[in-house]
Nanobody, 116 residues
Framework: QVQLVESGGGLVQAGGSLRLSCVASRLAFSLYTMNWYRQAPGQERGLVAT????????NYADSVKGRFTISRDNLKNTVYLQMNSLKPEDTAVYFC?????????WGQGTQVTVSS
């Protein structure tokens, strides 16, 4: 069974940084587009950042452009989300997603809380 396990969340003050990691197992990781989503209380889950299978292309939600960076290491089956200049509105549960064709796998999420 495919597993995606996120880590790196926590409590940080506004302006601070966090680095999220997501390790995949039982997955042909290098074939999958990897995404980070987030969901705040009472809101729908939304796409934050995307990286293609080879890592050659990335895309970001407008709200995080210039502050967040997605990257991946296909040898370690890991995708990262470096989050800088964090704002209280970045507070959410962050989910890792693996996508290929009609297949999607999700992690359990990691909480990020940004205090003002």
């Amino acid at each position: 069974q495919v597993q995606l396990v996120e880590s790196g969340g926590g409590l940080v003050q506004a302006g601070g940084s966090l680095r999220l990691s997501c390790v995949a197992s039982r997955l042909a990781f290098s074939l999958y587009t990897m995404n980070w989503y987030r969901q705040a209380p009472g809101q729908e889950r939304g796409l934050v950042a995307t990286i293609t299978s080879g890592g050659g292309s990335t895309n970001y939600a407008d709200s995080v452009k210039g502050r967040f960076t997605i990257s991946r290491d296909n040898l370690k089956n890991t995708v990262y989300l470096q989050m800088n200049s964090l704002k209280p509105e970045d507070t959410a549960v962050y989910f890792c997603n693996a996508h290929r064709g009609v297949y999607d796998a999700w992690g359990q999420g990691t909480q990020v809380t940004v205090s003002s």
